[in-house]
């Protein structure tokens, strides 16, 4: 994904917190199958380095994770909080997997705990 208008689409979608990222899962209706990734780092968290060393994990662990859970047709965003660099592979695996999981309970716009802007 590389687009705004995406993200803020994902945005409205289904979320799952978890303790080193959010995943974002939005279902598109334009009959595509395919999956699409966007990862996000803020710039509260970490210098630039830091920023990217997480955005690598995350493109790792989308490439080994979300053929297997990830939604056909649907675009996934992970953004990145500062537990995520210092996280074990094996439980940011458990995560993404238990997110992915959590995501597919939740209702479109899900589970915010303050209203929307």
Known sequence: MTSRPDY?????????PMPG?????????DGD????IG?????????AVVRNRIKRRFRALAREILPEHGW??????LI?????????WSTLREHLAKALAKSRTIA?????SRPKR
């Open 8 to 16: 803020l689409a994902a945005n409205a979608g289904r979320r799952a």
């Open 21 to 29: 990222f959010v995943l974002l899962v939005n279902i598109r209706d």
């Open 33 to 36: 199958d395919a999956m699409r």
């Open 39 to 47: 990862i996000t780092v803020t710039k509260k968290v970490g210098n």
């Open 72 to 77: 056909p047709g649907a675009d996934h965003v």
């Open 80 to 88: 990145g909080r500062e537990a995520a660099l210092t996280a074990d």
């Open 108 to 112: 479109p716009g899900g589970n915010r």
